[in-house]
Nanobody, 125 residues
């Protein structure tokens, strides 16, 4: 599956952004979808993930209560609604996909087979 992320930009502290990730080439609903981010000089870290149907979601503690992951399989798109943004949220955000669902490993980037190109989110203080 090919993934195309979009929606990044510059926002002030406390603001909101919605990222989108459009999938193509395979049956989108067959894939567990994840969002990761990577800040300059840091390792890629897990943000959120959602199961095939959207019935189950997972979040990093750092974004829980502020970010919401969702998907629309009819549109082959996964979303990341980001509210109450902080400067520490500044990073390149990547969407990812994998056919298998394993709650134990869902936060590990190594299990995801497909990645989008990334979209930059900058939160100014």
């Amino acid at each position: 599956v090919q993934l195309q992320a979009s929606g990044g930009g510059l926002v002030q502290t406390g603001g909101s952004l919605r990222l989108s990730c459009a999938g193509s080439g395979r049956t989108f609903s067959n894939y567990v979808m994840g969002w990761f981010r990577q800040a300059p000089g840091k390792e890629r870290e897990f943000v959120a993930a959602i199961s095939w149907s959207g019935g189950t979601t997972h979040y990093a503690d750092s974004v829980k209560g502020r970010f919401t992951i969702s998907r629309d399989n009819a549109k082959n798109t996964v979303y990341l609604q980001m509210d109450s943004l902080k400067p520490d949220d500044t990073a390149v955000y990547y969407c990812s996909a994998d056919r298998s669902y394993s709650p134990t490993y869902i936060a590990q980037p190594g299990i995801y087979d497909y990645w989008g190109q990334g979209t930059l989110v900058t939160v100014s203080s």
